[in-house]
């Protein structure tokens, strides 16, 4: 058995280094077009001044709190059980009232929610407050799909959607459930301020690794930005429950230099152009009647 064995794991153990160098690299693709990895705990890497504030903020602040504070009530509640239970605590105090202890509880997490409140302030001003852009893109949630419109004054004058890519239309690399047709394209290092709007029901853009999450809400009009520091392919999604499909109509924006964005507007003006017969109201006369 000992004979047989040996062979038996020795391929074991090749397979399983196999699996796991494919998966390594698979994991390595992905982190590089920002995406969250299969099984993983904690954010995606950011890539913007606003994403690595919202990491610090998450794993310095929040979590070492949280961590405290579940400790402490965690040695509480063991303590109450092996001290006050009724066996070892026959004869129960009658106390009431505790001044210090009412005090304590009630300024301790007064104290913790300024600590957590100052940075979060700090976090938000930077989120809301937009620098001056260097690159303003209209984005428009669908059910269920996203519209880009890239201005006329910055080089664009044109829009398109970008929908979900089926299972059978997927190529090697492409990610299933994220990929997309036509991808939003952004230079690097530029201050991007993206509008965000909707046709019909409220949607959410979020895009992890830029730390951008901001409603799509219809008849408004919101803002938010990013920069980001390093070219890949970044993906998003749709994070409010806008219907049936909510789960099919991700974010997917490309970085690029500023020469391969320069020149995919070139290209893109003649991709996107429009060829139809451009869009004419009705006029009404005080009667009612359509004026021709």
Not at 49 to 66: M, Q, R
Not at 190 to 206: G, L, N
């Amino acid at each position: 058995m000992t004979r047989n064995f040996r062979p038996i794991r020795t391929g074991l153990e090749r397979m399983s280094a196999l699996m796991a160098g494919a998966s390594l690299m698979v994991s390595s693709a992905l982190a590089s077009d920002g995406a969250a990895l299969p099984g993983q705990m904690g954010l995606q890497t950011p890539v913007t001044t606003v994403g690595h504030d919202i990491n610090f903020f998450h794993n310095s602040i929040l979590l070492p709190i949280i961590t405290v504070v579940t400790i402490f009530v965690l040695i509480l509640l063991i303590v109450v059980m092996v001290k006050f239970n009724a066996k070892a605590n026959p004869t129960p105090s009658k106390t009431t009232h505790h001044v210090g202890l009412e005090v304590a509880w009630t300024v301790v997490p007064v104290m913790i929610l300024i600590v957590i409140a100052i940075p979060s302030f700090r976090l938000l001003t930077k989120q809301l407050v937009i620098p001056q852009a260097d690159v303003t893109v209209k984005v428009t949630g669908k059910q269920w799909y996203w519209s880009y419109e890239y201005p006329k004054d910055q080089a664009g004058g044109f829009g398109f959607d970008s929908l979900m890519k089926a299972d059978n239309e997927l190529k090697p690399g492409d990610l299933r459930l994220l990929s997309v047709d036509n991808e939003a394209v952004v230079p690097v290092n530029k201050t991007v301020r993206i509008q965000v709007t909707s046709a019909d029901v409220i949607h959410s853009f979020a895009v992890t690794s830029f730390g951008v999450r901001i409603d799509a809400v219809p008849g408004r009009l919101n803002e938010s930005w990013f920069r980001a520091e390093k070219e890949g392919l970044y993906y998003g999604q749709c994070s409010k429950l806008c219907g049936k499909d909510h789960a099919y109509m991700p974010i997917a924006i490309r970085v690029v230099s500023q020469d391969k964005y320069t020149a995919w507007l070139a290209e893109a003006k003649k991709k996107f152009a429009s060829t139809g017969t451009p869009l004419t109201y009705a006029e009404y006369d005080a009667s009612g009647v359509v004026r021709q």
